[in-house]
């Protein structure tokens, strides 16, 4: 789609517009009992990243839908997908995602104009000043699409190293154009959309180090300078190996009072019951913590097609149920869980989810594991099914008590059927491929 017909068509919708405000109203009109509608009650909003093609998947929309104020493109926007060769730009998916967007009157975040990653071939090869000029002509051909649509652009993203030098990372942009790329792609960026928020968007800058550090730095030579900044993003992708800092609220708050908003831009944390609840309620806290801290935004919907899936990091698992983490962020929010919801603390009603990973493979073979995580009650019991490809046999089972229905494989506990709420529980088996690959299909947790 070329950028003239997109702005044709918009201008042309008007219906479109009506039909977002009607939406927009529903939303304010229920009560704080999701995360989109709870966070505006603190002045914020509260996004996730969305990928074009789970949209037509009703759970999927349903609960993008319903819970959620803003959305991210989490691949649509990269250079990549936007301009694959110099000069040609493809919008239909990135248009998918922004139209969606604002039938249901959520806000866009645009991610991202200039990052050495999902950068396409063509880029590296040009030379220093051809390069200088590409990059300009894609923040303007990109800005000037969604002219007016992206609340904020993530300019530049992930510019500096990891470790302990604070240095900038090597990249075409960085090697061939020298420190002065960011600055240069702010000032394009403000002058193609003067209206949007236009950040700087990094990972392992969420508390205070060496990397953090050299970030402060820039953005505060840049207030300085006048070099147009409104927002620092900072990605909070956790783990184990990456905790949430000790002093993500302070870092938050020295960027902010340079003068810059901050947003929390990826979220997501990977763990599974009240750990991870609780790591959530710190994130959640520190934003509501920082008054210029605007949002927050999960890097997904759904564990279940997480950049980081088998690590369960989000709000809601495979199956669209809301998970501890979720009760625990909507708390943190202000918001009240409807108590009839299942899995909600105080519901009355035992629940779990189960999710699956593989954690060994071979030629002929692999092992999988399934996680069992009790809801917002105590169980004393769960059943999960696990459906075996066609050719696939288990050899081996550990932790649960199977029962076979042709290749549907019903697993109940062994000795580990009692969980605290939130707590997690697991069974694996050892699985002959007999030629498929293909992975299980885990079907829904039942608790009592
Ligand atoms: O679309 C192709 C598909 O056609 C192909 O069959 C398939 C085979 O691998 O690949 C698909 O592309 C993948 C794409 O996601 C869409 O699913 C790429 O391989 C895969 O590399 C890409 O991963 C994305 C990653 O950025 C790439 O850098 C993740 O979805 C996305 O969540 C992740 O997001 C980044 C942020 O942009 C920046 N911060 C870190 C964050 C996590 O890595």
Redesign the pocket.
């Known amino acids: 789609m070329s950028m003239t017909v997109r702005r044709l068509t918009r201008a042309a919708t008007a219906g479109l517009v009506a039909a977002a405000a009607l939406t927009a109203a529903a939303h304010s009109a229920e009560a704080a009992d999701t995360l989109g509608s709870a966070a505006a009650g603190q002045g914020r909003y509260f996004g996730t990243?969305v990928?074009a093609n789970h949209l037509g998947e009703a759970d999927y929309a349903a609960t993008l839908d319903r819970e959620f104020s803003s959305v991210t493109p989490?691949?649509e926007m990269?250079w990549d997908a936007t301009e694959p060769s110099r000069g040609t730009f493809s919008f239909g998916s990135a248009d998918r995602i922004v139209d969606h967007a604002q039938s249901q009157g959520m806000d866009v975040r645009g991610?991202?104009l200039v990052w050495h990653?999902?950068l396409p071939s063509w880029v590296g090869s040009l030379g220093a000043s051809d390069l200088r000029t590409a990059m300009n002509d894609h923040i303007n051909g990109l800005m000037g699409h969604y002219k007016g649509e992206i609340h904020s652009w993530d300019v530049v993203?992930?510019a500096f190293q990891d470790g302990g030098s604070g240095a900038r990372r090597s990249s075409p942009f960085q090697d061939k154009l020298g420190n002065g790329f960011i600055e240069e792609a702010f000032r394009t960026a403000r002058a193609a959309d003067p209206a949007a928020k236009l950040c700087y968007n990094d990972?392992n800058t969420d508390g205070v180090n060496a990397k953090s550090n050299a970030v402060y730095d820039m953005v505060k030579d840049f207030k300085s300078r006048g070099v147009p900044i409104d927002c620092v993003g900072f990605?909070s992708?956790f783990n184990s190996n990456s905790p949430v800092p000790s002093d993500y609220r302070q870092n938050l708050q020295r960027f902010a009072d340079l003068g810059v908003d901050v947003q929390i831009t990826?979220l997501d944390i990977e763990g599974s019951g009240s750990a991870q609840a609780a790591d959530y309620t710190k994130v959640v806290e520190a934003c509501l913590a920082v008054s210029r801290c605007t949002g927050m935004t999960v890097?997904g919907v759904t564990d279940k097609y997480s950049?980081r899936s088998s690590g369960t990091p989000l709000l809601f698992d495979g199956n669209y149920s809301e998970k501890p983490a979720y009760d625990a962020v909507l708390s943190a929010l202000g918001g009240s869980g409807d108590p009839g919801d299942p899995g909600d603390p105080g519901d009355g009603t035992p629940s779990c989810t189960a999710t699956y990973t593989r954690t060994a493979d071979w030629s002929s073979g692999y092992n999988g594991q399934v996680t069992i995580t009790a809801g917002g009650e105590p169980i004393s019991s769960w059943t999960a099914t696990v459906t075996l490809p066609a050719q696939q046999s288990v050899s081996a089972l550990w932790n649960g008590t199977p029962a076979w229905s042709g290749n549907v494989m019903t697993v109940r506990p062994s000795w580990n059927g009692t969980l605290a709420a939130g707590a997690s529980t697991g069974f694996g088996f050892t699985v002959a491929k007999n030629g498929s690959d293909a992975a299980p299909a885990i079907g829904i947790c039942t608790a009592s």
């Open positions: 990243a990928a989490e691949n990269k991610h991202t990653s999902q993203n992930e990972y990605q992708h990826e890097w950049w």
